[in-house]
Structure formats: structure tokens, C-alpha cells
């Protein structure tokens, strides 16, 4: 559930629904509409983040051992087509909420721009092939754990948001597994990297989506979703547990240094970054605003990016040196 890059394909005057597999103003538009209806059915751009943390996964594990870059490249194949699927699915089961909310009213489904049979179509064989290209390539605990991720998005997330505000907590752990995908290929275990790279994944989730979900508290609601925001009218238990899980980061940094899974020049960067990030966090804990929630989500969109390249060059560098 890193849902940061998602982007809404906005057409006005589409039916709501068609029972071909694209509709008929979609016919007008050639190939490239057709594409892009279905990158936003996948979620192309959150897709790409959750393959870099698996990539990212895959070359911590590297650097403490055996992995190739066709390795990598086919990690990073199946790991997508993952994605794709487990985000095909959750649209083609919530297309009547997602058509009540304004943020998601023009994806594919309920604009009318696909048919519900062909989103079903493409989801079941991205969700089949993913995990299939993994497991030809790496083992089948990294398979394994590709499938997990997305039963845990389709069969366990995706039912729970309309039901409890612990759906956040299961996507967190959906959005912490991809990096543990990308160890576990080159490993063939889940060692304590594997775990404190997906516990960072897991931390730094809280405060993101609190943030989002407080400024989308009313469209959610609207939608049926049982986000905590819509349950916390005034921000109060929303804010303090971003702040909590922001100031969690710290540990598992040192985790990471500490198992010298990474160096001490990732430490340092990691630890101003999130420091950095406890700031926004108490401020929008002392301000309950949109401009303070928008601060703290905007913060979370560039933390982990930086976070995930501090990783990577620490580890190439300390490869070179070694």
C-alpha cells in the first residue's frame, strides 16, 4: 500500500460502464488511451516504487552475497507483474466506492474506460505470471512471498477497509514485503536484513497514509472506507500515531547499521532525514490543519526515496572500498 504514485486519468464525458472491453469514445483515441487505461488499472507509478524496494531488497541481500543483474532484472519483471495484478483486483472489487469518492471517480472502471471482465482478466494473469517469473528465476521462497503479498491485498486489505480502521496496519504489511521478496531471491531466507528492511517499509507507511487519509477524511468517508481519520474527527489519535511510528524510524536505522547491513554513512543520512520527518510529524500533531498534513505527506513522499538511495549507494560504496 504505497500509494504516493497514483495518478488519476481524468476523461469527463465517458459512460459509466460498458460491457466491451474498452468503450466506444475510447476506440477514437488509438492504442496509446488503451494503454494508459490500463497503467492506471495497475497503478503504474506506485508499481514502479514498490519494484524499486524490491530491487533495493535484492541488492542489500546481494552485497552480502551471491546475485547477478539478470537476477535483478527478473525480480524486478515479476515483482511488477505483481503488482499490477494485486492493483487490478482491488479496483475490479471496489469500483462502486471508488466512483463515490472524487480523488477516484475516473479510474478505468468507473469511468466506463474497461470492462470489469477485461480488468479481471488482467489481474488474474499479472498475479499468475508475476509470481511464476520469480520462482523460474530466483526460489520459490521469493515466489512464495509474491503471492502472499498480493492475497494479503485482495483477500484480507482490500475487504477490511470498508470494515476497520486496522485495514491500514494489513496494508502496511503488504506495502512491507516487496523488499523481503528482493532479499529472499538472492538469499533463499529472511534473514534480520530482510526483516528491518521490511520493518522500515512497514514504519514508514503509518505517518504516510495517516497523513493522506486526514486529508482525504471526507472523500473516504463518502466512499464507505473505515479509515481512523473518519473515526477521529479531530486529527487528535490520527497525528499522534504518525508522530509514534515517525520516531520508530530511528531504531530501525540503527538496526540496519548495526547488523552492518548497511554503514555508517547510511546511519547519518537516515537519521537526519527521519529526524526530519519527527518534525513534520510533531507539527502537524500540535497543528491538526491541511497545510500541516499536507506538509507531513509531501515530507513521507520524499523520505523513503532518499532513504532507499542512501541504502543502495552506501552499499555499493562499501563494496567498492572492499
Known amino acids: ?52 524496494t524490491a530491487g533495493v531488497g535484492y541488492l542489500l541481500a546481494a552485497s552480502q552475497g551471491a546475485g547477478d543483474a539478470r537476477g535483478l532484472v527478473a525480480v ?22 471508488d466512483a463515490r469518492m472524487n480523488r477516484t471517480r475516473r479510474r478505468p472502471l468507473p469511468a466506463g474506460d474497461l470492462s470489469s471482465g477485461a480488468a479481471l482478466v488482467f489481474a488474474a494473469l499479472c498475479s499468475l505470471v508475476g509470481p511464476l517469473v520469480i520462482l523460474g528465476h530466483a526460489n520459490a521462497l521469493a515466489a512464495g512471498l509474491a503471492l502472499l503479498t498480493n492475497a494479503l491485498y485482495v483477500l484480507a486489505y482490500t475487504p ?33 536484513g530482510a526483516w528491518l528492511l521490511g520493518g522500515l517499509l512497514f514504519v514508514w507507511q503509518i505517518p504516510h497514509f495517516f497523513a493522506l487519509a486526514w486529508m482525504y477524511r471526507e472523500d473516504y468517508a463518502r466512499g464507505g472506507f473505515r479509515m481512523l481519520p473518519t ?45 526530519g520527518l519527527i518534525a513534520l510529524s510533531v507539527a502537524f500533531w500540535r497543528e491538526r490543519s491541511m497545510l500541516r498534513a499536507k506538509r507531513l505527506f509531501l515530507g513521507s513522499i520524499a523520505y523513503l526515496p532518499l532513504i532507499l538511495a542512501a541504502m543502495a549507494l552506501d552499499r555499493v560504496g562499501g563494496a567498492a572500498r572492499g
Open 231 to 275: 473515526i477521529d474527527p479531530s486529527g487528535g489519535v490520527t497525528a499522534l500515531l504518525a508522530l509514534f511510528y515517525a520516531i520508530l524510524l530511528l531504531p530501525i536505522g540503527a538496526g540496519l547499521s548495526a547488523a552492518r547491513i548497511c554503514g555508517v554513512w547510511f546511519l547519518i543520512v537516515h537519521t537526519v532525514l527521519t529526524l
Open 160 to 192: 477490511l477497509k470498508p470494515l476497520s480502521v486496522t485495514n491500514t496496519f494489513v496494508g502496511a504489511v503488504v506495502g512491507a514485503l516487496p523488499p523481503m521478496i528482493g532479499w529472499a531471491a538472492v538469499s533463499n531466507d529472511l534473514a534480520a
Open 1 to 52: 500500500m504505497i500509494g504516493f504514485f497514483v495518478t488519476e486519468f481524468r476523461l469527463s464525458s465517458l459512460p459509466a460502464a460498458t460491457s466491451s472491453v474498452v468503450v466506444e469514445s475510447r476506440r477514437t483515441g488509438g492504442v496509446a488511451r488503451i494503454v494508459s487505461a490500463f497503467a492506471e488499472l495497475s497503478k503504474a507509478r506506485l508499481s514502479l516504487m514498490v519494484v524499486i
Open 76 to 97: 524486478a519483471i515479476g515483482v511488477a507483474l505483481s503488482a499490477f495484478g494485486a492493483n487490478a483486483f482491488n479496483q475490479w472489487i471496489e469500483v462502486d466506492r
